[in-house]
């Protein structure tokens, strides 16, 4: 018996995780296989046995981008830094639905998955990875909806001033889904034990939208209300997207900077406290 076990050679061993930011690479590549088919099955059950399908995709960002110009726009009259306010608002509107989008549903990880977190092993974060990576896909097929829109407009004589911020749009793209997907990892952590914030985060998203600019322009604010929304970690980003992308929004070095860093920081407190809370839920789920 001690020869055939001296003999037995294992491909993978599973030992405890010592640390709270081990973070595996490589266990990560080889689930790599995995990680696909999740982001297909995130994909395809979503919309599986809707009347309009993938047209989802670009009718609920149309249909909100409409609302956004009549009220805001129509209404209220709220600046859009000279730009049409179709294009303004769908640009915060897609960039908000995707951090949206990985935040919440990111946070009902550990809920959503509990079967078979319990029965198979694989790298746990492979799963909010998952929802990072399917709503990119959606965020980019939104993306081709936006750049329609802004050619219709150059060809009606609206002027984009797009300089070499266009190529700041990947990385401010990152700096969402690392937002996104850390603010989502401590919020699943927490609900196993508080199962209100569950129906909280949703509403919370909502009113957190408000105190990002992306129904106003950060130019339009003053004072203390500058301060207060400059604050905000998201704020830049949609900042730096609009530039980005339409040539106007609030983009320096420090501003840059300031995104990056917090981006950072939140992904890694996200991740501390998830891989801390995935040794135990099982127990409190």
Same mark, same amino acid.
């Given at each position: 018996?001690?020869?055939? @076990? @001296?003999?037995? +050679? ?42 309009? #399908? ?19 726009? /129509? ?9 049409? +306010? ?18 919440? /549903? ?77 603010? #989502? ?90 891989? /801390?809370? @995935? ?7």
């Amino acid at each position: 018996m001690n020869k055939i @076990e @001296e003999s037995t +050679q294992w491909d993978l061993i599973l030992t405890p995780q010592k640390g709270w930011f081990k973070l595996d690479l490589g266990a990560i590549w080889r689930y790599r296989d995995l990680l696909m088919l999740l982001v297909r099955r995130d994909i395809v059950a979503f919309y599986k046995q809707t009347i309009f #399908g993938p047209l989802w995709y670009f009718i609920q960002p149309v249909f909100t981008t409409i609302v956004f110009t009549f009220i805001f726009g /129509k209404l209220a009259k709220l600046s859009t830094d000279g730009l049409p +306010q179709s294009v303004f608002y769908l640009v915060g509107i897609t960039a908000w639905n995707y951090f949206s989008d990985c935040l919440i /549903k990111t946070s009902t990880v550990f809920r959503d998955n509990q079967a078979i977190f319990g029965k198979v092993y694989f790298p746990r974060i492979i799963s909010p990875l998952s929802i990072v990576v399917s709503n990119l896909l959606r965020f980019a097929i939104q993306l081709v909806l936006l750049l329609g829109l802004i050619i219709y407009f150059y060809f009606q004589g609206v002027i984009f001033p797009i300089g070499w911020n266009i190529f700041l749009f990947p990385v401010f793209i990152l700096f969402m889904a690392m937002q996104g997907l850390g603010l #989502g990892m401590m919020v699943t952590a927490m609900t196993n034990k508080y199962k209100d914030l569950s129906i909280l985060v949703p509403f919370g998203m909502q009113l957190l939208m408000y105190a990002t600019t992306v129904i106003y322009p950060l130019s339009s604010l003053s004072g203390n209300m500058y301060r207060i929304v400059a604050l905000n970690p998201m704020t830049y980003v949609i900042e730096g997207i609009k530039a980005s992308t339409l040539g106007v929004g609030v983009l320096t070095f420090q501003t840059f900077t300031y995104s990056f860093l917090v981006s950072v920081f939140i992904l890694s407190i996200g991740y501390i406290i998830f891989n /801390k809370a @995935e040794k135990s839920f099982i127990d409190t789920i």
